[in-house]
């Protein structure tokens, strides 16, 4: 409790000097009060200029608001897009249309590989055993399926023959049949077997001779009765 008298009696805190209660007097000069802030370097404390009250200053002109066409738009979208950004409504759900509309990402497509092993294979199923010139001697496989003869370097039996064709005959084996099967393709100069010109087609056998111009061929097959590659793919 407070034990100190001011000279009109109030009690008052030791720690004063001067009597909150009394009114003051006209001669006496109004002290400040100075109260403690966070920090020393406010004014008013640490040496610092007592505060003052602000005077009126120039009135604040509010800025221009943005015209619709300079702003953009925010676009509406779901709830479920994601967490709003900073900035936007979380009751309205509008985000802005920067962060909505992402850059466009290139897309790769993958092909699929064809299998080779899904392909038909051609399996060897004869030859042919150059007799004269220069491919006396060589050997040259017969494919199942259909077998190009001709000029062309691009045929499966290349005859290298100034009076071949390009494509001058085809020498076809048919499994389901198991036949060998020369055909002519249009030739200029036609095409024997054992000397004979073939009128369009002729089934081949063992050891018949062909002649394409002036290369001979013997047919050697390797596929006949009792022998032959099943679907598999065993010789049997």
């Not at 097959?221 to 032959?228: H, S, Y």
């Amino acid at each position: 409790m407070a034990d100190k008298r001011c000279e009109n009696g109030h009690f008052i805190d030791e720690s004063w000097d001067l009597c909150p209660y009394c009114p003051a007097e006209q001669a006496e000069a109004e002290i400040p009060v100075v109260r403690p802030t966070r920090f020393a370097s406010e004014p008013g404390v640490g040496g610092g200029s007592p505060p003052t009250a602000p005077g009126p200053g120039p009135r604040a002109v509010p800025a221009p608001a943005p015209s619709p066409a300079a702003a953009p738009r925010p676009v509406p979208v779901p709830s479920s897009a994601g967490p709003l950004l900073g900035g936007s409504n979380p009751a309205s759900g509008v985000r802005r249309a920067e962060a909505v509309a992402p850059a466009p990402m290139e897309r790769t497509v993958a092909v699929q590989k064809v299998d080779p092993g899904l392909q038909p294979k051609r399996y060897v199923v004869g030859w042919l055993v150059g007799l004269n010139g220069t491919v006396r001697g060589e050997s040259y496989p017969v494919r199942m399926g259909r077998n190009v003869l001709g000029r062309d370097r691009r045929s499966d039996i290349v005859v290298n023959d100034d009076q071949a064709s390009s494509h001058h005959a085809d020498l076809v084996f048919r499994p389901e049949e198991r036949r060998f099967i020369l055909m002519d393709h249009n030739s200029t100069n036609g095409t024997y077997v054992n000397e004979t010109e073939i009128e369009p087609r002729r089934d081949l056998i063992d050891e018949d001779v062909i002649r394409i111009g002036s290369h001979r061929f013997l047919f050697m097959p390797l596929c006949r009765d009792g022998f032959f590659w099943d679907d598999e793919g065993v010789l049997k």
